[in-house]
């Protein structure tokens, strides 16, 4: 073998190792953490977790008062907690060959979760789910907010879509007079009332149930009628602390160039066992890329020769 090219391919391979002893967490690790936050097993005492610990499946993190949490799971779902969160890992099988065959279930008891999906949200869809009070939130790709506090409930997505299904009554608007919130909104024209309901969340429909009353209407009416509750008041504003954004960005900036750094090392260990790579030579006036073969794929004479086209 050329040495050169043994030199490459064991450069290659340590860094793809390298890459990937960091993403093999056990479910998630700890990005950021301010306060105090701690796994609690299945079996077993709570553990303070502090930044770089991992979470496991099984496992239920707890945020202490004042406090957030920032983790990354092991295909790059970012998901963060605010003050007072409860929040289940009861589901975490990722299969980095196959995402599509990976599945998530995250139960969120109480307090807020913002949750940004990663390459199993990608791959398929149907195979993440979040619950929220009684509710079970199915997504498409997307990036969710939401609050629970009982049986009391918000989602909003920043991004993509997801379909809240709980059981309970729908309408469309508040009633102009005789609400219990007071608040002068359109009498609706197409309410819903369903035993059991389905309301579809996007960037320009968003949902909220308080005291049992489900509403599906603008993110913005969301946002009004959560004032009316002091607990989902409470989440709402610790998931727009702009420290915690900032933290949720860094997690989000990591994994996307964790996952660069790996899409390069699989094609530079693809392009070696090819024997081929793709390197800048003179095209004419204006230069470009060329495809040059290996030194050892060809001819001992023309490898040899120092006017040779080939890469060593």
Known sequence: MNPLKHVLQRTALALAATLLCQIAWAAAEVSNLTGTAQAIPGAGAPRALKQGDRVNQGETVSTGAG??????????????????????????????????????????????????????????????????????IGIRGTDLEIGADGEDLFVIANDGEAEVESPGTLTGWVPLSGNMFGMPLPLPTDALHLAALRATVNKTTGFVRILGISRRTTPEQVRQLILNSPALANIRRGLTDQQLQQFINNAVSSVRATQRATSGVSLVLTNLGEGTAKVNVPSGSGGGTSTLPSCSTISPVTAQNPGGNCRP
């Open 67 to 136: 406090s957030s949490i920032v983790m990354t799971f092991d295909d790059g779902q970012i998901v963060a907690l605010t003050a007072n969160s409860r929040l289940a890992i009861n589901t975490y099988s990722y299969n980095k060959e196959k995402p599509a065959e990976s599945n998530v279930l995250l139960n969120l008891a109480s307090g807020g979760m913002r949750a940004i999906t990663g390459l199993i949200g990608k791959a398929k869809p149907s195979n993440v789910a979040y619950r929220a009070g009684n509710a079970t």
